[in-house]
């Protein structure tokens, strides 16, 4: 089986840098990646991660180690409107499927 | 379309009746996928289709939930004899990879269920 570990709740100040942890257990592991959604809308998705490092999209970062199970969505130069929940998701060796964690949500106050 | 649609956006039943949900895939994406999100929780995997390939059913909660998708692009998902706690927000993904670690996926706007 798969499990995910995120914080379920970040606050930060806006123009700071957040970072959202994520650990996991897999039988298998293929990848990780991240999606946003916020309040009433639909998931999109932000990065992805099969191999160990940090892969870089504008403000937004992310990083895996998979040694650890472990990876983090960094957001730089945080704006109001990165207020959302942030879902981990993995993709287990040979399978379709992604499992999504609970989410965090992370609230950017001025 | 530009993007996967879903029909109705809200259905509200009563405990007991058949819901259809819809959902309409970016065209030409192979793969398609229903979840659903309960208040406050992650996304449930129910299940996955890819292009003529037998769906993987691994997800659905019980006998009651079944889904098809018809000529590779369309798919129904049916909840038979609805309970209360089949209510979620139920959401469909498609992706053009068909592949293991099929990572991006783009969501529908989903479809709120209500059971009374």
């Known amino acids: 089986g798969q499990s995910l570990e995120q914080p379920s709740e970040v606050t930060a100040v806006e123009g700071a840098i957040v970072q959202i942890n994520c650990t996991y257990q897999t039988s298998g592991f293929y990848g990780l990646s991240w999606y946003q959604q916020h309040d009433g809308g639909a998931p999109t998705f932000l990065s992805y991660n099969a191999l160990d490092g940090l892969e870089e999209t504008g403000r937004f970062s992310s990083f895996l180690s998979r040694s650890d199970s472990y990876g983090y969505l960094l957001l730089q130069e945080l704006q109001m409107k990165d207020s959302a929940s942030y879902f981990c998701?993995?993709?287990?060796?040979?399978?379709?499927?992604?499992?999504f964690g609970k989410g965090t949500k992370l609230s950017v106050i001025p | 379309g530009a993007g996967v649609s879903q029909s109705p956006s809200n259905k509200v039943t009563e405990k007991g009746k058949d819901v259809e949900l819809r959902c309409d895939p970016i065209?030409?994406?192979?793969?398609l996928y229903w979840y659903r999100q309960s208040l406050g929780q992650g996304l449930e995997f129910l299940i996955y289709f890819q292009g003529n390939s037998a769906p993987d059913k691994s997800g659905l909660p019980s006998d009651r939930f079944s889904a098809e998708r018809t000529g590779g692009s369309v798919s129904t998902l049916t909840i038979q004899r609805t309970q209360q706690e089949d209510s979620a927000v139920y959401l469909c993904?498609?992706?053009?990879?068909?592949?293991?670690?099929?990572?991006?996926?783009?969501f529908g706007p989903g479809t709120r269920l209500t059971v009374t």
């Open positions: 065209s030409g994406h192979t793969a």
């Open positions: 993904a498609s992706s053009s990879r068909g592949l293991p670690g099929s990572y991006e996926q783009y």
């Open positions: 998701a993995v993709t287990g060796a040979g399978s379709y499927q992604l499992t």
